[in-house]
Every structure is written in C-alpha cells, then in structure tokens.
C-alpha cells in the first residue's frame, strides 16, 4: 500500500500548519521575517525554557511545580506545561502570532510570558490542541476541560467541563460541535491506586448528551487529527471518526491485518497538509495509516527501538523517528520506506524505567531540534544531511521540547 497523493487527498486548508509551514509569496511591499523559539523542559527540575532558536538565547525561565510534558496549540500563540504528578497546568505565551491575508500571512512578535491562568485536577495528562482550543484531560477526576485560548492570551479561563463518567487514563477530542470521549470499564473492580482499563469511545453532543452507541475500541490509548478525520489506537486496530450529518461523527473500525505481528498502536500522529496517520506499533515498528485505502495499513519495522518520532508539517512526506542507537532516521510516508538515517546521539536504552531520560524531537524550519539530557544540550541536525550543524547548551538535563515558529510579512 501507498499512501495516495491525489488532489483530493490534499487538505485545501494547508493554513492549519502555518505555525510551522513555510510562507508563500508575499507582496512586493512587503518585508519577510521569519522567527523561531523552542521551549524546553527540565527532566529533574522544574522548569520551562524558552529559547530563540536561532540565536541560542534564552528568552525566559519558568518555575513550576514539577517535571513537565510540553504541547503547543493548534495556533501556537501557547504552549501547555502539564505536571501530572502535581495536579496542575501551566500555559505560557509563545509571543508569535500569525493573521492570514489571502495573498500572504502576517507574523507578530513580541514577549514569551508565562500566562496568570493555572488549571488544577487530579493527574492531568493528555492535552489535545484543536482549532481554537485545548482540551485538558484529569485521568483521576473523570473530566476534561475545553479551554479556550483567546481568553487565555487575555489572562482569562474560559471553560467547558465535560463529564468523563469515572476516573480513567483517557483522553477527549472535539469534532465540530460535538466532543469524543474514551469510556472506562464501569464493571471491574479496581484498587484505590489503580484505575481501570478503557474499552471503547462515545460521542457526546453540546448539550454532554451521549450520541449512539459506544464503538468499542479496548485499551483505547494515542489520538490524533488529520484532515477532518480523528483517529484512535485500540488494540483492534485503528478507530476512525469521520464528521457526520445530523446523527454525528461516524465511527468506523480499522482492524488490523491479519498478517500483522501480535501488537498494537498506542501513540499516533496526524499529518496536517496530506491525510494520514503514522503510529507506532510496538516499540521497534512504525504503522502509516491511509483510512480511504482500501488496505490502510503499511508496516515499517525499524532496526532498534523508537525512542521519539515526529512529522515535519513543511515537508509532508518526511517523518523523523530516533531509535535507541541514535540514529534519526528519514521515514518517506508516500513510499512507505526509510531513505536516509544519520548518527545523532550516543546510545539511548529504552530499558528502564519508561520516563527515564531520553532525548525527544522537535522540528523548526528544515531542521530537528533534539534534546540531549546526558549532555545539557539541544543538537541541532539539518534535516537533508543530517548532519549536526550546532548545539544549543541548556543547563539541567533538557527534556520535553516544541518549537513554534514560521515567516511572515512585517509591516
């Protein structure tokens, strides 16, 4: 199978990525700028970095309360600073704004800023950015919060809470006016430090009314959004959630093939200018997931472990997948193969314990960022080479890492 590249395929609105996609012509009267920051966290310390990526300068210093995992919104004006083992959520201003004009975008820049605004609950962990929203899921409360982001550039929290029936490791995601929720089993007994196994996803309309049935997906775990699509890892296969009519969103099981190895995906990631899903699939194999094909499903089997995979949303068919030997290797999504792969990092053993530090990846403007906590640095790889071009020292062991960032016209 081959992901196809049909016109039909491709998202009209490639504005959704212009936080990271490269700017079209602009203009004559008008000058470019283009502006990069990554934002790092500390593996031990807590602490939120923010850095010109260009120029390797920090632009601010956070403190708050624990280890933190990073997530950048839809817009990237804001970046979620998540403690799960602290019950809080902290969101900074990234300073980078993008306003479409048709012809060309307009880039604004101006201070990082950690927001006044904190959002507490018990055990936060997965936050989905969306559109003009986040929604912030409370694993041990049984809720997730939509928050929208406008009133936190202006030091407000506007919220809508959606009930999740129980506490669970889950996770929520809108679909036009409706939000779809993971769904716990209600029937086991659990102990208090545990919580119990998912087995399915319902759809919930504006009104927190349940829509249809619940589509079972078991041991529901990674979502992710492309095109007008959604998609959730089940130990099935992939579950599919397609915007419907007055009924709401379809929900369409992908299982996997028959041919497949025992495992399934549990992270996946969505590609924004051309419709797909890349997931893992275990811990040495990636899965490319083409819902509309009729076989959806290619298997890359990778030499050593996945120790982090990103897309490049600039470069659509390229994905970066580091392995536990330190090599990053260049994953073609249309041809379903590794072209290229390069030396990065020393050698980082997936065994341990699962948030032992390791590096992650961030991509900015043709090049990956990767956060090195053994030696405080962020190697900085061209993405065509990858060749290690410069280093970024970050003192501490610099963990979780985004990046924001694009060209625009300055007026």
């Given at each position: 199978m081959r992901l196809s590249l049909t016109r039909s395929r491709l998202l009209t609105a490639v504005a959704a990525t212009l936080v990271f996609a490269a700017q079209g012509a602009l203009a004559e009267d008008h000058e470019t700028q283009e502006v990069w920051r990554i934002f790092v966290a500390d593996h031990t310390h807590p602490v939120v970095r923010a850095i010109d990526f260009s120029e390797g300068?920090?632009?601010?210093?956070?403190?708050?309360?624990?280890?933190?995992?990073?997530t950048a919104s839809a817009s990237g004006q804001t970046v979620f600073a998540t403690q799960s083992d602290h019950d809080?959520?902290?969101?900074?201003?990234?300073?980078?704004v993008f306003s479409d004009h048709g012809e060309h975008r307009d880039l604004g820049?101006?201070?990082v800023a950690l927001i006044p605004v904190t959002f507490e609950g018990k055990r936060p962990v997965h936050v989905v950015p969306?559109?003009?929203?986040?929604i912030l899921f409370y694993d041990r409360d049984g809720k997730a919060d939509i928050v929208d982001e406008a009133a936190l550039l202006e030091g407000k929290a506007e919220v809508r809470t959606v009930d999740a029936t129980k506490p669970h490791h889950g996770v929520a995601v809108t679909l036009g006016r409706y939000v779809l929720v993971s769904v716990p089993n209600t029937e086991v007994e659990t102990k208090p430090d545990e919580l119990p196994p998912r087995v399915?996803?319902?759809v919930i309309d504006e009104n927190g009314h349940q829509v249809g049935d619940i589509a079972k997906c078991t041991d529901l775990h990674g979502e992710a959004t492309s095109a007008r699509l959604v998609a959730f890892g089940c130990k099935?296969?992939?579950?599919?959630?397609?915007?419907?009519?007055?009924?709401?969103?379809k929900l369409e099981m992908l299982p996997y093939p028959a041919d497949f190895p025992k495992g399934h995906t549990g992270t996946l990631l969505g590609g924004k200018a051309m419709q797909f899903f890349l997931g893992n699939y275990g811990e040495d194999k990636v899965v490319l997931i083409d819902p509309d094909s009729k076989q959806p499903y290619r298997l890359v089997e990778l030499p050593t472990r996945r120790v982090d995979f990103r897309l490049d949303p600039a470069t659509p068919r390229n994905a970066y997948i580091l392995t536990e030997d330190g090599d990053l290797h260049v994953l073609d999504v249309v041809k379903g193969e590794i072209v290229r792969k390069g030396k990065v990092t020393e050698p980082y053993s997936k065994d341990g314990h699962w948030r032992d530090?390791?590096?992650r990846l961030a991509v900015a403007d043709g090049q990956i960022a990767i956060t090195d906590p053994r030696h405080s640095l962020?190697?900085?790889?061209?993405?065509?080479?990858?060749k290690e071009t410069r280093t970024i020292a970050v003192e501490g062991q610099p963990f979780s890492i985004v990046a924001i960032g694009g060209s625009g016209a300055s007026h």
């Open positions: 300068k920090e632009l601010g210093r956070y403190d708050v309360k624990g280890y933190a995992a990073l809080v959520v902290h969101v900074i201003k990234t300073g980078i820049v101006s201070d969306h559109d003009d929203h986040a399915g996803l319902r099935e296969g992939i579950l599919i959630a397609r915007p419907g009519g007055i009924d709401g969103p530090p390791r590096p962020v190697r900085v790889i061209d993405a065509e080479t990858l």
